[in-house]
């Protein structure tokens, strides 16, 4: 009798955790997010926010940055195994943030070399299952130039990209 007592209890209490479940799932901010991919490991990426925050790469000293709120800089993004099953052998960067703020964005590439560039930006709503994507490819850049783009986002999602003309060694902002 003491076993069916006590049975009918961890019933009820596993019940009782399962029923306030969905309640507190909803009280969780839905997750918004960018993500920022760029190939090519002679080209650096930061991405400053509508603040003046940071994250990716310092263009003058060279060090890691993840001054934005709940985002992340990965240097080495590349895909393994895809294929070949061998590492990426270029990998490039990757640079996410979740919880963005609505509001423009400025987004630097920096090269260390010439070469040609990808540039693949996402963003995601998980309230609607929408995303919104952009891409270039191809895009020619020398050793020393940095390419400034102003990134727009909101909320939905929606986001804009354009190339601002700024001098070789000139800083691009929010």
């Known amino acids: ?94 640079i996410e943030v979740m919880g963005p703020q609505p509001g423009s964005y400025g987004l630097q590439l920096a090269a260390r070399a010439d070469t040609r560039y990808r540039l693949e930006l996402r963003a995601f709503d998980q309230r609607t299952s929408r995303d919104a994507l952009r891409s270039l490819t191809d895009v020619p850049i020398l050793k020393g130039e940095i390419h400034c783009y102003r990134l727009r986002y909101t909320r939905g999602p929606e986001l804009a990209l354009t190339r601002e003309d700024r001098p070789a060694r000139g800083e691009c902002g929010p």
Do not use: H, W
């Not at 400053?48 to 263009?59: A, N, Y």
């Not at 890691?64 to 800089?73: A, K, Q």
């Open 1 to 94: 009798m003491s076993r069916f007592v006590f049975l009918l209890v961890v019933v009820a209490l596993a019940s009782a955790v399962v029923a306030e479940r969905p309640a507190a799932l909803e009280q969780q901010p839905p997750l918004d997010g960018l993500t920022m991919r760029s190939c090519c490991r002679v080209v650096d990426i930061v991405l400053v926010d509508p603040q003046g925050r940071r994250t990716g790469v310092d263009l003058r000293s060279g060090t890691s940055l993840t001054e934005i709120p709940r985002s992340s800089y990965l240097p080495n993004a590349g895909i393994d195994g895809d294929v070949t099953g061998q590492p990426d052998p270029d990998p490039g960067k990757e």
